[in-house]
């Protein structure tokens, strides 16, 4: 049983561009969490898709947004990339009605020049 | 708002050595509480966690309790190995029927030295 997997692995990017970043669910959830984690700092919660819609937001400007296809899997899209949007970007997924355990994928490491 | 907060890092211990990993948290809500680990190169993976006041989680010797009164969570170990160095995250989730976001601190890097 595949765990949470992402794609790519590592992504370098000019300021200014756009980027994609993928995620496919651990089996059997349909739930997918983003998160972005600094450099030194503890991940923070982007936003979450269930039923291909966004269902909760963090703070986080427009520039970031998201996508949920059918087979529950998840896009992360970055517009107009600021050197600040450098860092580790976690998917999570979850069973809709579990409050508690979120299953991380590795993550994509996104460097923007 | 929500918030988590861990004792300052890194910290280095010799293996055998008892550990402690501070957390306290603010919450809006009734919060669950989970201790994360991140190994290098690696995505978070759960520890243990806690979803109710007086709660232990345990999992690999590893244990922490929920105190409701202090809004503490502080992870302990009785003898730490080189296998333990990681990044070790607190974090919390509001209760509900559904998945909901986690907060997390800003991590505790552990080093294990044989």
Not at chain 1, 26 to 32: E, P, R
Not at chain 1, 57 to 69: A, L, M, T, W
Not at chain 2, 21 to 50: D, H, M, R
Request: hydrophobic share 30%; charged share 15%.
């Amino acid at each position: 049983d595949a765990g949470v997997t992402q794609s790519p692995t590592h992504l370098i990017k000019t300021r200014g561009q756009q980027v994609t970043l993928r995620c496919s669910p651990k089996s059997g959830h349909d739930t997918v969490s983003w998160y972005q984690q600094a450099l030194g700092q503890g991940p923070q919660f982007i936003f979450q898709y269930y039923e291909e819609e966004e269902r909760q937001r963090g703070n986080f400007p427009d520039r970031f947004s998201g996508h949920q296809f059918p087979n529950y899997s998840s896009e992360l899209n970055v517009n107009a990339l600021l050197l600040g949007d450098s860092a580790l970007y976690l998917c999570a997924s979850s069973p809709r009605y579990s409050s508690y355990e979120q299953y991380f994928g590795p993550g994509t490491r996104l460097t923007v020049t | 708002g929500n918030s988590v907060t861990q004792m300052e890092g890194p910290v280095t211990l010799s293996e055998e050595a008892f550990l402690t990993i501070n957390c306290t948290y603010t919450a809006t809500g009734y919060p669950s509480l989970f201790w994360y680990v991140q190994y290098p190169g690696e995505g978070l993976q759960l520890l243990l966690k806690a979803t109710k006041a007086d709660d232990k989680g345990s999992n690999k010797g590893f244990e922490a309790t929920y105190r409701k009164e202090t809004t503490s969570f502080h992870l302990e170990k009785g003898s730490v190995q080189v296998s333990d160095s990681a990044v070790y995250f607190c974090a919390l989730t509001i209760s509900s029927g559904s998945a909901r976001q986690l907060t997390f601190g800003s991590g505790t890097q552990l080093t294990v030295l044989p």
